[in-house]
């Protein structure tokens, strides 16, 4: 009878797991709870849970940071009524443009996401993935049919190059084309001139600067725009004497030989030294009374002269300096500064500074008004 009694239940418990089941399956699931489900496989609306806070601050320039944290440049929008251009501007010399995506919307809702809330740079609708290393590129964006006054939001991405090889084409194109300078001092201590760069390209600030051309005349004070170029790149026709001595130009000027002994007899190299070997390697000239240059000698400057030339096929590496030659558009004096190499290989993201996107990556956006 026991027996006969656990098997009754046995029986029963069965008949009310099978019921129990069969509820389960047939029981409509709420919209909520289907969000809940989804959400926990990890399939979610694009557009749900995903709404971008809009940002305050308004910008009509914003740097460019690649890596997140490595200042390469900057991002500007001008325009009105619906017509604007983008710019994409790389001001860090060691850096070059190789690809750009563009996003430029009026809610920024509009901005494609991914279901992680992560922008999609590849879903842009300006986007060019061919640049051949440059350092400045700008889209023309017409939202003409948008009303006056809107706010607009742009997120500006970038993949950047490292620059590292100065004779190679793409450090070349890394330069800026032109540049506006000043000479603020003529005949110091420490070079032939002190020059002042003007802002918003790789070369801005304050550098010293030698004479390579005893034929034309730059004063103290004097400004002019010069055109930029590396000293391993084609430089003008007829410009230099001797343009294929640039690559002894370059071993000189990283030896560091200014206050350092030619010879117990000759004593020390001056500057003086340094700007008329200059002269000599490659405008061909010879000095007798040379004005602004300080104390030299001439048989330290032959020294200087043959030393260089057995290093005529010197290319500066990281940790070193390169020439980089400015001539004047109004045939005043050509100059050089010195820029350090830039060191390492690298292919790196870059984002336009601004608000953050919803996902967990660093992408951000900026607001123009």
């Known amino acids: 009878m026991k027996k006969n009694l656990i098997n009754y239940y046995k029986l029963l418990f069965c008949f009310f797991l099978i019921l129990g089941t069969y509820s389960c399956q047939t029981e409509e699931i709420s919209e909520a709870d289907s969000s809940?489900?989804?959400?926990?496989k990890g399939k979610k609306n694009p557009k749900q849970g995903l709404t971008i806070s809009n940002c305050d601050e308004v910008y009509d320039s914003v740097n460019l940071y690649a890596g997140q944290h490595t200042l390469v440049g900057n991002v500007t929008v001008t325009g009105s009524d619906g017509n604007y251009d983008v710019t994409y501007n790389i001001t860090n010399v060691g850096y070059c443009l190789v690809e750009t995506h563009l996003s430029v919307v009026t809610n920024t809702?509009?901005?494609?996401?991914?279901?992680?809330g992560n922008p999609v740079p590849g879903q842009f609708e300006y986007s060019d993935e061919n640049h051949s290393c440059i350092s400045s590129y700008t889209y023309s964006v017409n939202l003409s049919d948008y009303q006056t006054g809107d706010d607009i939001y742009v997120a500006a991405h970038a993949v950047v190059n490292c620059v590292n090889d100065v004779t190679e084409e793409a450090f070349e194109m890394s330069l800026p084309d032109q540049v506006d300078v000043c000479v603020t001092a003529k005949g110091v201590a420490e070079s032939y001139f002190d020059i002042e760069i003007s802002g918003g390209n790789s070369l801005s600030g304050a550098h010293d600067a030698w004479c390579l051309d005893q034929d034309a005349t730059l004063n103290n004070l004097e400004c002019f725009t010069g055109d930029v170029y590396s000293s391993y790149e084609t430089l003008p026709e007829g410009k230099f004497e001797h343009p294929e001595n640039f690559g002894a130009l370059n071993w000189l000027v990283n030896q560091g030989l200014i206050g350092t002994e030619a010879s117990p007899e000759l004593g020390n190299y001056t500057f003086g030294d340094l700007q008329i070997a200059v002269w000599n390697l490659v405008d061909d000239s010879v000095c007798i009374e040379c004005a602004f240059t300080g104390p030299y000698n001439n048989d330290r400057i032959d020294m200087m002269v043959a030393m260089a030339l057995n290093h005529n096929d010197f290319v500066p590496s990281c940790g070193e300096n390169i020439v980089i030659v400015l001539v004047p558009?109004?045939?005043?004096?050509s100059i050089f500064i010195e820029m350090p190499v830039p060191c390492g290989e690298c292919s790196e993201t870059a984002w336009a500074a601004g608000c953050d996107f919803p996902g967990n990556n660093w992408s951000t956006f900026f607001k123009y008004n």
Do not use: I, R, V
């Open 36 to 40: 809940s489900l989804e959400a926990k």
């Open 109 to 116: 809702n509009d901005f494609p996401m991914n279901n992680g």
């Open 329 to 333: 558009t109004d045939n005043k004096q």
